[in-house]
Protein backbone atom coordinates (compact mmCIF):
# COMPACT_ATOMS: atom_id res chain seq x y z
CA UNK A 1 0.00 0.00 0.00
CA UNK A 2 2.79 2.25 0.93
CA UNK A 3 4.67 1.44 -2.23
CA UNK A 4 1.50 2.09 -4.28
CA UNK A 5 0.29 4.93 -2.57
CA UNK A 6 3.85 6.78 -3.25
CA UNK A 7 4.23 5.84 -6.45
CA UNK A 8 0.78 7.34 -6.83
CA UNK A 9 1.64 10.72 -5.21
CA UNK A 10 5.15 10.56 -7.03
CA UNK A 11 3.26 10.65 -10.58
CA UNK A 12 0.85 13.33 -9.61
CA UNK A 13 3.89 15.79 -8.60
CA UNK A 14 6.05 15.12 -10.95
CA UNK A 15 3.65 15.74 -13.85
CA UNK A 16 3.15 18.92 -11.90
CA UNK A 17 7.22 19.51 -12.20
CA UNK A 18 6.68 18.93 -15.78
CA UNK A 19 4.26 21.11 -16.54
CA UNK A 20 6.64 24.11 -15.50
CA UNK A 21 9.47 23.06 -17.01
CA UNK A 22 10.74 27.10 -16.90
CA UNK A 23 10.89 26.43 -13.32
CA UNK A 24 12.64 23.04 -13.59
CA UNK A 25 15.41 24.86 -15.47
CA UNK A 26 15.62 27.83 -13.43
CA UNK A 27 16.72 25.91 -9.86
CA UNK A 28 20.01 25.42 -11.82
CA UNK A 29 20.78 28.84 -12.64
CA UNK A 30 22.24 30.08 -9.52
CA UNK A 31 24.69 27.30 -9.09
CA UNK A 32 25.45 27.22 -13.03
CA UNK A 33 26.07 30.99 -12.70
CA UNK A 34 28.52 30.16 -9.76
CA UNK A 35 30.21 27.50 -11.87
CA UNK A 36 30.99 30.56 -14.67
CA UNK A 37 32.01 33.48 -12.84
CA UNK A 38 33.38 31.94 -9.61
CA UNK A 39 34.70 29.18 -10.78
CA UNK A 40 37.41 30.47 -13.46
CA UNK A 41 38.70 32.50 -9.78
CA UNK A 42 39.46 29.03 -7.69
CA UNK A 43 41.92 27.76 -10.56
CA UNK A 44 45.25 29.51 -9.51
CA UNK A 45 44.23 28.99 -5.61
CA UNK A 46 46.22 26.88 -3.56
CA UNK A 47 43.05 24.74 -2.20
CA UNK A 48 44.44 21.98 -0.46
CA UNK A 49 44.16 17.88 -0.61
CA UNK A 50 44.80 16.78 -4.14
CA UNK A 51 42.92 17.43 -7.27
CA UNK A 52 42.01 20.59 -9.45
CA UNK A 53 39.82 23.19 -7.82
CA UNK A 54 36.90 21.91 -9.98
CA UNK A 55 37.05 18.93 -7.84
CA UNK A 56 36.44 20.98 -5.16
CA UNK A 57 34.05 23.41 -5.93
CA UNK A 58 31.46 21.19 -8.06
CA UNK A 59 30.91 18.90 -4.89
CA UNK A 60 29.96 22.34 -2.96
CA UNK A 61 28.08 23.41 -6.05
CA UNK A 62 25.99 20.12 -5.93
CA UNK A 63 24.99 20.64 -2.42
CA UNK A 64 24.59 23.79 -2.62
CA UNK A 65 21.24 22.97 -5.06
CA UNK A 66 20.13 21.22 -2.42
CA UNK A 67 20.11 23.53 0.06
CA UNK A 68 19.23 26.46 -1.26
CA UNK A 69 16.46 24.24 -3.78
CA UNK A 70 15.35 21.61 -1.84
CA UNK A 71 14.78 24.03 1.38
CA UNK A 72 12.29 26.39 -0.54
CA UNK A 73 10.01 23.15 -1.32
CA UNK A 74 7.47 23.80 1.55
CA UNK A 75 6.45 26.51 -0.56
CA UNK A 76 4.51 24.08 -2.56
CA UNK A 77 2.50 22.76 0.64
CA UNK A 78 1.73 26.19 1.32
CA UNK A 79 -0.20 27.21 -1.26
CA UNK A 80 -1.80 23.11 -1.80
CA UNK A 81 -2.54 23.95 1.50
CA UNK A 82 -4.73 26.63 0.72
CA UNK A 83 -6.03 25.24 -2.06
CA UNK A 84 -7.52 22.29 0.96
CA UNK A 85 -5.84 19.58 -1.52
CA UNK A 86 -3.83 18.88 1.84
CA UNK A 87 -6.91 18.10 3.89
CA UNK A 88 -8.34 16.48 0.78
CA UNK A 89 -5.68 13.86 0.73
CA UNK A 90 -5.12 13.32 4.62
CA UNK A 91 -9.25 12.10 4.34
CA UNK A 92 -8.47 9.55 2.42
CA UNK A 93 -6.96 6.42 3.28
CA UNK A 94 -3.52 6.94 1.77
CA UNK A 95 -0.70 6.71 3.60
CA UNK A 96 0.61 9.56 5.51
CA UNK A 97 4.30 8.51 5.15
CA UNK A 98 2.91 8.41 0.72
CA UNK A 99 2.11 11.89 1.29
CA UNK A 100 5.29 12.63 2.28
CA UNK A 101 7.60 10.65 0.26
CA UNK A 102 5.43 11.19 -2.95
CA UNK A 103 6.49 14.90 -2.58
CA UNK A 104 9.76 14.22 -1.20
CA UNK A 105 11.30 11.80 -3.85
CA UNK A 106 9.87 13.94 -6.79
CA UNK A 107 12.49 17.00 -5.20
CA UNK A 108 15.06 14.44 -5.03
CA UNK A 109 14.67 13.23 -8.94
CA UNK A 110 14.32 17.12 -9.79
CA UNK A 111 17.35 18.45 -7.89
CA UNK A 112 19.18 14.96 -9.40
CA UNK A 113 18.42 15.98 -13.01
CA UNK A 114 19.55 19.44 -12.09
CA UNK A 115 22.90 18.04 -10.83
CA UNK A 116 23.39 16.35 -13.82
CA UNK A 117 22.85 19.01 -16.21
CA UNK A 118 25.58 21.47 -13.64
CA UNK A 119 28.02 18.33 -13.89
CA UNK A 120 27.45 18.67 -17.72
CA UNK A 121 28.29 21.89 -17.86
CA UNK A 122 31.61 21.77 -15.51
CA UNK A 123 32.67 18.95 -17.95
CA UNK A 124 32.66 21.47 -20.46
CA UNK A 125 34.19 24.21 -18.30
CA UNK A 126 37.07 21.68 -17.07
CA UNK A 127 36.33 19.39 -14.50
CA UNK A 128 37.84 16.29 -14.52
CA UNK A 129 36.68 13.30 -11.80
CA UNK A 130 35.95 9.50 -11.92
CA UNK A 131 32.48 8.25 -13.35
CA UNK A 132 32.23 6.59 -9.51
CA UNK A 133 32.94 9.47 -7.90
CA UNK A 134 30.51 11.79 -9.75
CA UNK A 135 27.28 8.92 -9.28
CA UNK A 136 28.46 9.05 -5.49
CA UNK A 137 27.73 12.88 -5.69
CA UNK A 138 24.23 12.70 -7.35
CA UNK A 139 23.18 9.91 -4.40
CA UNK A 140 24.05 12.60 -1.92
CA UNK A 141 22.35 14.95 -3.66
CA UNK A 142 19.73 12.71 -3.41
CA UNK A 143 19.48 11.99 0.22
CA UNK A 144 20.17 15.69 0.62
CA UNK A 145 17.45 17.20 -1.06
CA UNK A 146 15.03 14.15 0.68
CA UNK A 147 16.27 15.55 4.02
CA UNK A 148 16.00 18.99 3.66
CA UNK A 149 12.76 19.04 1.76
CA UNK A 150 11.12 16.79 4.14
CA UNK A 151 12.19 19.29 6.43
CA UNK A 152 10.93 22.08 4.20
CA UNK A 153 7.50 20.26 3.53
CA UNK A 154 7.37 19.91 7.64
CA UNK A 155 7.83 23.58 7.92
CA UNK A 156 5.53 24.77 5.49
CA UNK A 157 2.81 22.72 6.91
CA UNK A 158 3.34 24.33 10.33
CA UNK A 159 3.26 28.03 9.40
CA UNK A 160 0.67 29.97 8.41
CA UNK A 161 1.87 32.66 5.62
CA UNK A 162 4.57 32.04 2.84
CA UNK A 163 5.78 35.23 4.45
CA UNK A 164 6.77 33.62 7.31
CA UNK A 165 8.47 30.74 5.78
CA UNK A 166 10.77 32.58 3.52
CA UNK A 167 12.58 34.59 6.36
CA UNK A 168 12.86 30.71 8.48
CA UNK A 169 14.31 29.54 5.76
CA UNK A 170 17.12 31.96 5.08
CA UNK A 171 17.78 31.77 8.43
CA UNK A 172 18.79 28.25 7.98
CA UNK A 173 20.50 28.58 4.53
CA UNK A 174 22.68 31.12 4.59
CA UNK A 175 24.98 30.37 7.79
CA UNK A 176 24.53 26.41 6.52
CA UNK A 177 26.47 27.39 2.88
CA UNK A 178 28.99 29.50 4.63
CA UNK A 179 29.90 27.83 7.81
CA UNK A 180 29.69 24.29 5.72
CA UNK A 181 32.42 25.36 3.29
CA UNK A 182 30.21 24.24 0.18
CA UNK A 183 32.48 27.13 -1.59
CA UNK A 184 35.64 27.13 -0.45
CA UNK A 185 37.38 23.97 1.87
CA UNK A 186 37.13 24.74 5.38
CA UNK A 187 40.27 23.12 5.84
CA UNK A 188 41.80 27.10 4.64
CA UNK A 189 39.37 28.14 7.98
CA UNK A 190 41.02 29.75 11.39
CA UNK A 191 40.53 26.86 14.12
CA UNK A 192 37.41 28.38 15.89
CA UNK A 193 35.85 28.36 12.01
CA UNK A 194 36.72 25.18 11.12
CA UNK A 195 35.73 23.77 14.74
CA UNK A 196 32.16 25.40 14.43
CA UNK A 197 31.79 24.34 10.94
CA UNK A 198 31.44 20.25 12.44
CA UNK A 199 28.48 21.16 14.09
CA UNK A 200 27.06 22.09 10.67
CA UNK A 201 26.07 18.70 8.96
CA UNK A 202 26.30 19.43 5.16
CA UNK A 203 30.01 19.89 5.93
CA UNK A 204 30.51 16.12 6.49
CA UNK A 205 28.09 16.08 2.97
CA UNK A 206 30.66 18.03 1.01
CA UNK A 207 33.79 16.71 2.53
CA UNK A 208 32.63 13.33 1.37
CA UNK A 209 31.80 14.23 -1.87
CA UNK A 210 34.88 15.85 -2.51
CA UNK A 211 37.03 12.60 -1.58
CA UNK A 212 34.86 11.06 -4.05
CA UNK A 213 35.52 13.48 -6.97
CA UNK A 214 39.06 13.03 -6.19
CA UNK A 215 38.14 9.17 -6.21
CA UNK A 216 39.01 8.55 -2.76
CA UNK A 217 36.28 6.10 -1.56
CA UNK A 218 37.49 4.73 1.81
CA UNK A 219 37.89 7.13 3.92
CA UNK A 220 37.07 8.56 7.08
CA UNK A 221 34.77 11.54 5.43
CA UNK A 222 33.24 9.01 3.47
CA UNK A 223 31.90 6.91 6.24
CA UNK A 224 30.89 10.47 8.31
CA UNK A 225 29.18 11.48 5.36
CA UNK A 226 27.25 8.67 4.92
CA UNK A 227 26.10 8.35 7.82
CA UNK A 228 25.04 11.71 8.62
CA UNK A 229 23.43 11.82 5.57
CA UNK A 230 21.88 8.88 6.21
CA UNK A 231 20.52 10.01 9.35
CA UNK A 232 19.81 12.96 8.83
CA UNK A 233 17.33 11.88 6.14
CA UNK A 234 15.75 9.24 8.67
CA UNK A 235 15.42 11.94 11.18
CA UNK A 236 13.77 14.16 8.46
CA UNK A 237 11.44 11.82 6.84
CA UNK A 238 10.41 10.83 10.78
CA UNK A 239 9.61 14.44 11.51
CA UNK A 240 7.69 15.03 8.32
CA UNK A 241 5.34 11.99 8.17
CA UNK A 242 4.41 13.23 11.80
CA UNK A 243 3.32 16.72 10.96
CA UNK A 244 1.37 15.38 7.42
CA UNK A 245 -0.38 12.29 10.07
CA UNK A 246 -1.24 15.18 12.73
CA UNK A 247 -1.13 18.97 11.30
CA UNK A 248 -4.16 20.80 13.22
CA UNK A 249 -2.66 24.38 11.59
CA UNK B 1 -33.16 4.87 13.23
CA UNK B 2 -30.18 4.49 14.53
CA UNK B 3 -27.48 7.23 14.99
CA UNK B 4 -25.15 7.21 12.30
CA UNK B 5 -23.29 10.25 14.01
CA UNK B 6 -23.00 10.36 17.52
CA UNK B 7 -20.70 12.61 19.47
CA UNK B 8 -20.38 13.36 23.21
CA UNK B 9 -18.23 15.90 25.15
CA UNK B 10 -16.75 15.79 22.17
CA UNK B 11 -13.90 19.13 22.87
CA UNK B 12 -11.26 20.73 21.43
CA UNK B 13 -8.83 23.07 23.20
CA UNK B 14 -5.76 24.61 21.03
CA UNK B 15 -2.68 25.69 23.28
CA UNK B 16 -2.18 29.18 22.17
CA UNK B 17 0.66 31.55 23.24
CA UNK B 18 -2.09 33.58 24.81
CA UNK B 19 -2.99 30.93 26.92
CA UNK B 20 -5.45 27.49 25.79
CA UNK B 21 -8.79 28.42 23.53
CA UNK B 22 -11.53 26.39 23.50
CA UNK B 23 -12.74 26.40 20.59
CA UNK B 24 -14.79 23.67 20.77
CA UNK B 25 -15.79 22.80 24.65
CA UNK B 26 -18.31 19.71 24.41
CA UNK B 27 -20.50 19.04 21.72
CA UNK B 28 -23.35 16.02 22.17
CA UNK B 29 -25.26 15.10 18.82
CA UNK B 30 -26.29 12.36 17.48
CA UNK B 31 -27.73 12.14 13.45
CA UNK B 32 -29.51 9.39 12.54
CA UNK B 33 -29.19 7.53 8.91
CA UNK B 34 -30.26 9.45 6.17
CA UNK B 35 -30.54 12.75 7.68
CA UNK B 36 -29.57 15.51 6.54
CA UNK B 37 -28.55 17.60 9.58
CA UNK B 38 -27.46 21.87 9.09
CA UNK B 39 -24.90 22.76 11.63
CA UNK B 40 -25.42 26.21 12.49
CA UNK B 41 -24.06 28.94 14.61
CA UNK B 42 -22.18 32.12 14.66
CA UNK B 43 -18.87 32.65 13.43
CA UNK B 44 -16.19 31.19 15.73
CA UNK B 45 -19.01 28.97 17.22
CA UNK B 46 -16.81 25.90 16.63
CA UNK B 47 -18.50 24.73 13.23
CA UNK B 48 -15.71 23.56 11.09
CA UNK B 49 -13.36 22.45 14.36
CA UNK B 50 -16.01 20.12 15.14
CA UNK B 51 -16.34 19.13 11.17
CA UNK B 52 -11.94 18.56 11.61
CA UNK B 53 -12.94 16.28 14.45
CA UNK B 54 -15.09 14.26 13.06
CA UNK B 55 -13.49 13.86 9.49
CA UNK B 56 -10.11 12.70 11.34
CA UNK B 57 -7.98 15.76 10.19
CA UNK B 58 -8.00 16.99 14.22
CA UNK B 59 -7.71 15.10 17.36
CA UNK B 60 -9.81 15.67 19.89
CA UNK B 61 -8.90 17.04 23.05
CA UNK B 62 -12.08 15.59 25.07
CA UNK B 63 -15.19 13.48 24.47
CA UNK B 64 -15.61 10.68 21.94
CA UNK B 65 -17.36 10.32 18.52
CA UNK B 66 -18.45 7.32 16.50
CA UNK B 67 -18.75 7.59 12.46
CA UNK B 68 -20.86 4.60 11.07
CA UNK B 69 -19.89 2.70 13.82
CA UNK B 70 -16.07 3.39 13.72
CA UNK B 71 -14.57 5.20 16.84
CA UNK B 72 -12.68 8.26 16.23
CA UNK B 73 -9.96 7.90 18.26
CA UNK B 74 -9.74 3.94 18.21
CA UNK B 75 -10.53 3.72 13.98
CA UNK B 76 -9.55 6.94 12.47
CA UNK B 77 -9.22 4.50 9.08
CA UNK B 78 -12.20 3.40 9.38
CA UNK B 79 -13.61 6.11 10.06
CA UNK B 80 -11.94 7.52 6.81
CA UNK B 81 -13.15 5.07 4.57
CA UNK B 82 -17.31 5.74 5.56
CA UNK B 83 -16.93 9.58 5.33
CA UNK B 84 -16.86 12.18 2.61
CA UNK B 85 -15.51 15.53 3.20
CA UNK B 86 -16.07 19.00 1.39
CA UNK B 87 -13.69 21.87 3.29
CA UNK B 88 -15.10 25.14 2.60
CA UNK B 89 -11.88 26.03 0.55
CA UNK B 90 -12.64 22.56 -2.03
CA UNK B 91 -9.57 20.84 -2.36
CA UNK B 92 -8.81 20.41 -5.94
CA UNK B 93 -5.78 21.36 -8.02
CA UNK B 94 -6.73 24.27 -10.19
CA UNK B 95 -3.81 23.29 -13.06
CA UNK B 96 -5.20 19.27 -13.10
CA UNK B 97 -7.84 18.35 -14.85
CA UNK B 98 -11.05 17.08 -13.66
CA UNK B 99 -10.27 13.94 -15.02
CA UNK B 100 -6.69 13.59 -12.96
CA UNK B 101 -8.17 14.10 -9.91
CA UNK B 102 -11.14 12.13 -10.03
CA UNK B 103 -9.30 9.31 -11.12
CA UNK B 104 -6.34 9.92 -8.57
CA UNK B 105 -8.53 10.61 -5.94
CA UNK B 106 -9.97 7.08 -6.96
CA UNK B 107 -6.77 5.41 -7.22
CA UNK B 108 -6.05 7.20 -3.20
CA UNK B 109 -9.40 5.23 -2.40
CA UNK B 110 -6.96 2.32 -3.67
CA UNK B 111 -9.30 1.30 -6.60
CA UNK B 112 -7.17 -0.13 -9.39
CA UNK B 113 -6.67 1.84 -12.65
CA UNK B 114 -9.66 0.73 -14.84
CA UNK B 115 -11.68 0.80 -11.82
CA UNK B 116 -10.50 4.00 -11.03
CA UNK B 117 -11.49 5.46 -14.69
CA UNK B 118 -14.52 3.86 -14.57
CA UNK B 119 -15.73 5.49 -11.64
CA UNK B 120 -14.40 8.73 -12.59
CA UNK B 121 -16.78 8.63 -15.71
CA UNK B 122 -19.80 7.75 -13.52
CA UNK B 123 -18.85 10.77 -11.12
CA UNK B 124 -18.67 12.86 -14.00
CA UNK B 125 -22.76 11.90 -15.39
CA UNK B 126 -23.51 11.37 -11.68
CA UNK B 127 -22.80 15.40 -11.06
CA UNK B 128 -22.94 16.14 -14.64
CA UNK B 129 -19.28 17.26 -15.08
CA UNK B 130 -19.31 15.16 -18.30
CA UNK B 131 -18.57 17.66 -20.37
CA UNK B 132 -15.50 18.97 -18.57
CA UNK B 133 -13.68 16.17 -17.80
CA UNK B 134 -10.53 17.32 -19.60
CA UNK B 135 -10.76 21.16 -18.45
CA UNK B 136 -8.59 22.04 -16.23
CA UNK B 137 -10.18 22.72 -12.52
CA UNK B 138 -9.33 26.19 -12.06
CA UNK B 139 -11.29 26.87 -15.79
CA UNK B 140 -14.63 25.86 -14.27
CA UNK B 141 -17.56 28.12 -13.17
CA UNK B 142 -18.14 28.02 -9.33
CA UNK B 143 -21.15 25.57 -9.41
CA UNK B 144 -19.33 23.27 -11.61
CA UNK B 145 -16.12 23.37 -9.06
CA UNK B 146 -18.60 22.69 -5.98
CA UNK B 147 -19.80 19.56 -8.08
CA UNK B 148 -16.22 18.62 -8.85
CA UNK B 149 -15.62 18.98 -4.90
CA UNK B 150 -18.27 16.99 -3.82
CA UNK B 151 -17.36 14.52 -6.63
CA UNK B 152 -13.94 14.14 -5.53
CA UNK B 153 -15.72 13.31 -1.90
CA UNK B 154 -18.09 10.49 -3.13
CA UNK B 155 -15.65 8.42 -4.67
CA UNK B 156 -15.77 5.84 -2.49
CA UNK B 157 -19.36 5.83 -1.97
CA UNK B 158 -19.27 7.09 1.72
CA UNK B 159 -21.91 6.71 3.84
CA UNK B 160 -21.72 10.09 5.76
CA UNK B 161 -20.82 13.24 3.88
CA UNK B 162 -19.75 15.98 5.49
CA UNK B 163 -20.21 20.15 3.32
CA UNK B 164 -18.50 22.61 4.82
CA UNK B 165 -20.47 25.85 3.42
CA UNK B 166 -21.18 24.32 0.53
CA UNK B 167 -23.02 26.58 -1.06
CA UNK B 168 -20.76 30.53 0.35
CA UNK B 169 -20.35 32.29 -3.07
CA UNK B 170 -22.07 30.18 -5.43
CA UNK B 171 -24.83 32.32 -7.12
CA UNK B 172 -28.83 31.65 -6.55
CA UNK B 173 -28.72 29.30 -9.52
CA UNK B 174 -26.10 26.88 -8.47
CA UNK B 175 -27.16 26.76 -4.95
CA UNK B 176 -30.71 25.15 -5.72
CA UNK B 177 -28.82 22.94 -8.28
CA UNK B 178 -26.91 21.66 -5.14
CA UNK B 179 -29.63 21.56 -2.80
CA UNK B 180 -30.69 19.42 -5.44
CA UNK B 181 -28.10 17.37 -5.71
CA UNK B 182 -27.46 16.67 -1.74
CA UNK B 183 -31.78 15.67 -1.89
CA UNK B 184 -30.84 13.26 -4.60
CA UNK B 185 -28.05 11.85 -2.37
CA UNK B 186 -29.89 11.34 0.60
CA UNK B 187 -32.91 9.93 -1.42
CA UNK B 188 -31.17 7.48 -3.77
CA UNK B 189 -28.22 6.33 -2.04
CA UNK B 190 -29.65 6.66 1.91
CA UNK B 191 -26.23 9.37 2.25
CA UNK B 192 -26.52 11.07 5.53
CA UNK B 193 -25.77 14.95 5.43
CA UNK B 194 -23.76 16.96 7.69
CA UNK B 195 -23.62 20.54 6.57
CA UNK B 196 -22.69 23.91 7.94
CA UNK B 197 -24.08 26.56 6.37
CA UNK B 198 -24.10 30.56 7.39
CA UNK B 199 -27.13 30.81 5.30
CA UNK B 200 -30.60 30.38 7.10
CA UNK B 201 -32.94 30.21 3.93
CA UNK B 202 -30.75 26.94 2.81
CA UNK B 203 -30.91 25.23 6.74
CA UNK B 204 -35.09 26.05 6.47
CA UNK B 205 -35.09 24.18 3.04
CA UNK B 206 -32.88 21.41 3.11
CA UNK B 207 -31.76 20.31 6.59
CA UNK B 208 -34.30 17.90 8.36
CA UNK B 209 -32.87 19.03 11.45
CA UNK B 210 -30.44 22.16 13.15
CA UNK B 211 -28.14 21.63 15.46
CA UNK B 212 -27.17 25.40 16.59
CA UNK B 213 -23.93 25.46 18.18
CA UNK B 214 -22.70 28.73 20.46
CA UNK B 215 -19.43 29.09 22.15
CA UNK B 216 -18.26 25.39 21.46
CA UNK B 217 -21.89 23.53 22.59
CA UNK B 218 -25.29 23.06 21.02
CA UNK B 219 -27.30 25.23 22.24
CA UNK B 220 -30.36 24.09 20.60
CA UNK B 221 -31.45 21.12 18.03
CA UNK B 222 -34.75 19.71 16.40
CA UNK B 223 -36.73 20.58 13.08
CA UNK B 224 -36.79 23.83 11.95
CA UNK B 225 -40.43 23.83 12.85
CA UNK B 226 -39.44 22.82 16.40
CA UNK B 227 -36.83 25.46 16.96
CA UNK B 228 -39.22 28.23 15.66
CA UNK B 229 -42.07 27.24 18.07
CA UNK B 230 -39.66 26.66 21.32
CA UNK B 231 -37.44 29.83 20.90
CA UNK B 232 -38.65 32.40 18.01
CA UNK B 233 -42.07 32.32 19.80
CA UNK B 234 -44.25 30.85 16.77
CA UNK B 235 -44.59 29.34 13.48
CA UNK B 236 -44.51 31.84 11.90
CA UNK B 237 -40.90 33.14 13.33
CA UNK B 238 -38.22 33.37 10.60
CA UNK B 239 -35.15 30.95 11.31
CA UNK B 240 -33.16 34.17 11.58
CA UNK B 241 -35.23 35.79 14.93
CA UNK B 242 -34.93 31.98 16.32
CA UNK B 243 -31.00 31.99 15.38
CA UNK B 244 -30.63 35.15 17.12
CA UNK B 245 -33.10 34.47 19.66
CA UNK B 246 -30.80 30.87 20.56
CA UNK B 247 -27.65 32.35 20.38
CA UNK B 248 -28.49 35.03 22.51
CA UNK B 249 -28.09 37.89 19.65
CA UNK B 250 -30.93 39.34 19.23
CA UNK B 251 -34.53 40.69 21.37
CA UNK B 252 -36.03 37.69 22.63
CA UNK B 253 -38.00 38.28 25.69
CA UNK B 254 -37.45 34.85 27.38
CA UNK B 255 -34.14 34.28 26.71
CA UNK B 256 -32.06 38.22 26.82
CA UNK B 257 -31.74 38.45 30.72
CA UNK B 258 -30.59 34.95 30.84
CA UNK B 259 -28.42 34.68 27.98
CA UNK B 260 -24.91 37.72 27.26
CA UNK B 261 -21.89 36.25 29.26
CA UNK B 262 -23.71 34.05 31.68
CA UNK B 263 -23.72 30.47 31.28
CA UNK B 264 -25.83 28.95 28.81
CA UNK B 265 -29.58 29.00 29.84
CA UNK B 266 -32.06 26.23 30.58
CA UNK B 267 -34.12 27.23 27.82
CA UNK B 268 -30.74 26.67 25.44
CA UNK B 269 -29.45 23.71 26.89
CA UNK B 270 -29.54 20.44 24.03
CA UNK B 271 -32.97 19.31 24.17
CA UNK B 272 -33.63 15.66 22.85
CA UNK B 273 -36.22 16.28 20.09
Known sequence: MLLHDTALLYGRYLRQSLRSRFALLFGVLTPLLYLLFFG???????????????????????????????LFAGFMVIVEKGQGVVERMRVTPVSRLALLLGRVLRDAT???????????????????????????GFAFVALLT???????????????????????????????????????PMTLAPAWLDVLSHFVPFRYLVDAVRDAYVG?????????????????????????????????? | MAAVISAAGLARTFQTK?????????????????EILGFLGPNG????????????????????????????????????????????????????????ELV????????????????????????DLGGFLDRKAGALSGGQRRRLDIAMALTHRPKVLFL??????????????????????????????????????????????????????????????????????SLDATLQDTFLAITGRGPSPSLEQTRPGGPPSADSTPVAV
Open chain 1, 40 to 70: PLLTRLPLGGTGSSWQVLVPGLLLQLGLFGA
Open chain 1, 110 to 136: VFVFQAVLLVLAALVMGLRAPLAGIFI
Open chain 1, 146 to 184: LSLASLSYALGMRVRTPQEFGPLINMVSMPSMLLSGLML
Open chain 1, 216 to 249: HYATAHMLYGALVAVGFAALTVTVGTRVFRTAGA
Open chain 2, 18 to 34: AGPVEAVRGIDLAVREG
Open chain 2, 45 to 100: AGKTTTLRMLTTLLRPTGGAATVAGHDLAADPAGVRAVSGYVAQSGGVDPQISVRE
Open chain 2, 104 to 127: TQGRMYRLSKSEAVTRAQELAREL
Open chain 2, 164 to 233: DEPTTGLDPGSRADLWDLVRRLRDEHGTTVFLTTHYLDEADALADRLAIVDRGEVAAEGTPHALKLRHGG
